[in-house]
């Protein structure tokens, strides 16, 4: 049986359990550049754990549409994952709470033009889903020895409304 789920906005107090919005909201911390430029610094709790380093990739993944079946789940046990976009379009992050290793407690937000996020390592999260072409986004996550991803195939769908 399918349920049904419908996003909500993507704001740092109710996705703090998951991860870091970033964004250029607020007062900048610092203003540099000879004036011309704000620094909003250190948004995102990076970790690579003890044998990785940071790595920077470019990822191109095809628009989806709403509403959004959402059948499949994974997560990076030995480091965060951190995606902006490339492109000033909303985008779907779907993430889920861990129980006994079950993904679980299955929510969707959706990222306004100008928000990026970074999952916590270890945290359950939909696959990367654009609504508006290209897709781009830039991913800064973990290079290291592990395959440090796990999948877990929902047995039963849930679908994605806005």
């Known amino acids: 049986m399918t349920q049904t789920i419908k996003t909500e906005p993507l704001t740092a107090d109710a ?33 690579f754990g003890p044998d990785g380093r940071a790595g920077l990739s470019i990822f191109k993944a095809d628009p989806r549409r709403l509403p959004y079946v959402l059948d499949l789940v994974e997560r990076h046990p030995d480091g965060s994952q951190a995606f902006i976009p490339m492109s000033m379009d909303e985008w779907l992050v779907i993430v889920a709470s861990d129980l006994n290793g079950i993904p679980t407690g299955i929510r969707a937000f ?39 991803l796990q999948e877990h195939i929902l047995k039963d769908p849930y679908l994605i409304e806005k």
Do not use: Y
Request: aromatic share 10%; glycine share 12%.
């Open 110 to 148: 959706l990222a306004a033009p100008g928000q990026a996020i970074n999952f916590h390592r270890n945290t359950w999260h939909g696959v990367l889903t654009p609504l508006h072409a290209p897709g781009l986004f830039a991913v800064v996550d973990r290079i290291g020895p592990t395959p440090n």
């Open 15 to 47: 996705f703090a359990p998951f991860g870091d919005v970033l964004e250029a909201s607020g007062t900048p911390d610092k203003i540099i550049n000879q004036g011309f430029c704000g620094r909003f610094n250190d948004r995102a709790q990076m970790d």
